[in-house]
């Protein structure tokens, strides 16, 4: 009997422009909603992420890479639920590529968009995404993908790794230094960014981040809606 599949997505939002720009927008939008971790292992404070930022980036472009553009109508879906994301290609694997033979034969429905996107520095190497895919989950100890061919889709399920709350056993100095972190690495971020990554109360979030904006550290722009923060140095440089 099938199973129904969660419908409990965390995002629903459409995505249009040059693919570059798609592929960007997409890896970041996954990357700030899912979830990372800073423990402490004895003096040392680690990095723990849900997923690789590799992983989300390089399905993301086999996804919009090899689709079957002649199925008008239809478009790649990008699905985050709170413990794994799909990723949905429209039509099939190519003819004499099948889930088992993935990772030995190299094959592209789409030759002149892989070029183009490998030139533009999106694809580390030619054929291969999946063995990155593969050993970046491995090494970040996430499961094997799951992966289901159609002839209607090809769909590739990450299942996220498990990590341990930690956020808690920071000082106050510390949080606002990893707030700080948080705003270089990925520039102007929503409150709701941040208490996501962090996973810290929005209370808490909003206090240091009134304290780093007196100490002149941190900027806002936007409206009250739509306000985000980032580094004062960065918005000093636009």
């Not at 009134?210 to 739509?226: F, H, Q």
Request: glycine share 6%; charged share 25%.
């Amino acid at each position: 009997t099938p199973v129904p599949r969660s419908t409990a997505m965390r995002l629903v939002e459409k995505i249009r422009g040059p693919l570059p720009q798609v592929i960007a927008r997409v890896t970041q939008l996954l990357w700030d909603r899912s979830e990372h971790s800073y423990p402490l292992e004895g003096d040392q404070r680690l990095e723990e992420h849900a997923y690789p930022r590799v992983v989300l980036r390089e399905l993301t472009v086999n996804a919009l890479c090899h689709r079957d553009w002649s199925q008008t109508g239809s478009h790649v879906r990008v699905q985050l639920y709170p413990n794994a994301v799909e990723w949905i290609s429209p039509g099939g694997l190519a003819e004499g590529v099948t889930i088992e033979n993935l990772l030995d034969v190299q094959y592209s429905r789409n030759p002149s968009l892989v070029n183009l996107l490998f030139q533009a520095g999106y694809i580390e190497g030619l054929g291969l995404g999946m063995d990155t895919v593969f050993g970046a989950l491995h090494e970040n100890q996430n499961p094997p993908p799951q992966l289901r061919d159609s002839d209607n889709a090809f769909t590739v399920r990450v299942t996220a790794r498990p990590i341990r709350a930690s956020i808690g056993a920071l000082t106050a100095s510390e949080r606002k230094d990893m707030i700080c972190t948080l705003l270089a690495q990925r520039g102007a971020l929503t409150i709701g960014d941040l208490e996501t990554t962090l996973q810290t109360t929005r209370r808490t979030i909003q206090r240091d981040l009134t304290e780093l904006i007196k100490a002149e550290r941190v900027a806002t722009s936007g409206t009250t809606n739509d306000r985000r923060y980032q580094l004062l140095a960065q918005k000093r440089e636009e």
